[in-house]
């Protein structure tokens, strides 16, 4: 433990920090000394594959460790329960972090490390700041930075733009300062983006990382950095000279057709207006040419944007289903279950169990939540706009009782259990055409596990309601 002692004192992580990172621990260099311990302990090996901390020899029996020679990080849920792990490399292994492979309880495409400890800070700084790595994501929270959540090594996703949503309007990202990181800035844009979400880029100083520039200069270095934060419109700028000779007519029009891409996604004219004119003052570009691409490029979005449009893992439809209604009517109600109550229940709702309709409701209601702003039925119809107005308008007539804090735990159990069936008849299918045994095995394990949930919240349980 002498490396891992050392390895986490380097970077100010000492025994007997705060709760948010007293889970960190050591994963040794033996092949299967944890499984060898918990064996010990009465756990099952396939118990811990299904874990993800052990992984079957490819060769003959036994299994072996996941991580080895790595501290290792406990990955929570946003109800702050552990739902995998991930590992960083203490010396030069390969690859430098590792994470839990996706389970039934652990998506990382929907997961953010450290959220279940941000989204109060979020909500009070009016902001997330999003980081690359569970070190940087550390050291910032430690040296005092709110609201600091971290992607779980996998590019930054449509999931996890919705859940930010439902804490704030604002995001910060602070990625490396390399050509790495400012790519990887870039790519994460259309996704923020798209969930209506105003978005600054930070950039660290001489290629560091955030954990560089925490350590080296604490609070008020990461301060300096977030306070000069661009917006997209100059990142943009930025980003494409980096990329294109825009002393070159090819480079000049390269560059305009990348920036376009997240200018388009500007709803508001004004600021379309705004970034087309900056666009066209950095490129060299006539003015009114540019208004006219970023307009049809904005069109092009729109269309895209209409009923009948591809959008993934959500019903479409304008009905909303019977959960979704008592769920809706719950937040926009009278009855009041306190603050506590209410943010720990918009942390349990499920992003695959919402229609298209439903989840604009939702979001549009919690983002005024996270400003302060408990609105009523009546306010969140008058921000909608159809076919939501509309289908709002029927339930506040429909003379249906008002629902309780148990119908809307109810209602997102009955969702939860639509998502895992809609899971479990994908699991269903790729078990009927996979041809590896070993994949059918995974594939089963994988079909109980999903199942024995759905069985748990039909029976009333499986949330944390408390």
């Known amino acids: 433990g002498t490396e891992a002692r050392a390895s986490s004192a380097k970077r100010g992580l000492e025994p007997g920090g705060d709760r948010w990172f007293s889970g960190i621990g050591l994963a040794p260099s033996a092949w299967d000394g944890l499984h060898r311990n918990l064996v010990g302990k009465g756990f099952d090996s ?17 299994v072996y460790d996941r991580f080895r020679h ?3 990080f406990p990955i929570r849920d946003s109800a702050g329960r552990v739902v ?8 030069d292994d390969d690859p430098k972090y590792l994470n839990g492979p996706e389970t039934a309880i652990f998506d990382k495409a929907r997961t953010l490390f450290r959220l279940s400890d941000a989204a109060r800070e979020i909500r ?38 919705r859940i930010l949503r439902r804490w704030t309007e604002s995001v910060t990202l602070l990625f490396d300062g390399d050509q790495a990181g400012r790519r990887a800035a870039h790519r994460a844009l259309e996704p923020l983006l798209s969930a209506g979400l105003m978005v600054r880029i930070a950039t660290p100083p001489d290629g560091k990382d955030p954990d560089d520039l925490a350590r080296e200069g604490g609070l008020d270095a990461v301060s300096a950095v977030i306070d000069a934060a661009k917006d997209i419109t100059d990142f943009m700028i930025e980003e494409s000279r980096r990329r294109f000779d825009v002393r070159t007519t090819d480079g000049r029009v390269k560059a305009l057709e990348l920036a376009l891409a997240q200018i388009a996604h500007f709803e508001s004219p004004v600021a379309r207006s705004e970034a087309s004119r900056r666009l066209a003052d950095g490129f060299g570009i006539d ?18 944007l209409r009923p009948g449009a591809a ?12 959960a979704e209604r008592t769920l809706v009517r719950f937040l926009g109600g009278t009855v009041d279950p306190g603050a ?3 943010t720990r229940l918009l942390t349990h709702i499920p992003e695959g169990g919402l229609s298209a309709l439903g989840a604009s409701m939702i979001e549009r209601w919690s983002a005024a939540y996270q400003r302060g702003s408990r609105w009523t039925f009546r306010e969140l119809t008058d921000a909608m706009a159809e076919p939501a107005r509309t289908t709002l308008l029927e339930m506040a007539f429909s003379g249906e009782p008002e629902p309780t804090l148990e119908d809307a735990w109810a209602a997102i159990s009955a969702m939860k259990q639509g998502s895992l069936r809609v899971r479990l008849a994908e699991l269903q299918k790729r078990i009927e055409s996979a041809r590896d045994p070993e994949m059918i095995e995974k594939l089963m394990v994988e079909k109980l596990d999903v199942a024995k949930a759905v069985q748990a919240l039909a029976a009333g349980g499986g949330l944390d309601t408390r």
Do not use: K
Request: charge should be neutral; charged fraction near 25%.
């Open 84 to 91: 995998s792990f991930g590992g960083r490399a203490l010396g």
């Open 124 to 161: 009070s700084a009016g902001r997330a700041v999003v980081v690359e790595g569970y070190f940087d994501a550390i050291s910032l929270a430690t040296v005092g930075v709110p609201g600091v959540v971290a992607v779980c090594g996998t590019a930054l996703s449509d999931g996890h733009a």
């Open 311 to 322: 959008e993934p893992r959500r019903t479409q439809g304008a009905a909303l289903g019977s």
């Open 287 to 304: 003015d009114d040419l540019v208004r006219e691409e970023v307009r049809r490029a904005a069109r092009a979005r729109e269309t895209s």
């Open 340 to 342: 506590e109550a209410l």
């Open 46 to 62: 396939r118990d811990l594959v299904d874990a993800g901390l052990a992984v079957p020899r490819r060769a003959g029996d036994g």
């Open 70 to 72: 790595r501290l290792t």
